[in-house]
């Protein structure tokens, strides 16, 4: 199974599960311009958390961006790698 991607917004009293990097990228830019705050913490699936006697403890998610609409060009960064990923060939 892929590893599902999390964001975070709104001061981080919103999250939201996504399946790929294409849907977090959909998402931002459909919300985020209505949302409270610009910023959107992106975090992507890594390996589970192993508790001391060995057995499964659940999922973990890493920190791999953080997006911030109010940033100058962050919206035409954002539609250009949705773009491009949506290309034949382009990055999934």
Same mark, same amino acid.
């Given at each position: ?23 977090? +990228?959909?998402? #931002? ?12 913490? #992106? ?6 958390? #192993? ?17 911030? +609409? ?7 960064? +954002?539609?250009?790698? +949705? ?10």
């Amino acid at each position: 199974m892929p590893a599902q991607w999390q964001i975070r917004f709104d001061n981080g009293h919103q999250q939201r599960y996504l399946p790929d990097r294409q849907a977090v +990228l959909r998402y #931002v830019l459909t919300v985020g311009l209505k949302a409270a705050s610009p910023r959107f913490e #992106v975090f992507r699936e890594s390996d589970p958390v #192993v508790l001391g006697d060995g057995s499964p403890g659940g999922r973990a998610f890493s920190l791999v961006e953080i997006i911030d +609409l109010a940033r100058p060009g962050e919206v035409e960064r +954002l539609r250009a790698e +949705l773009s491009a990923a949506s290309q034949p060939g382009g990055r999934p």
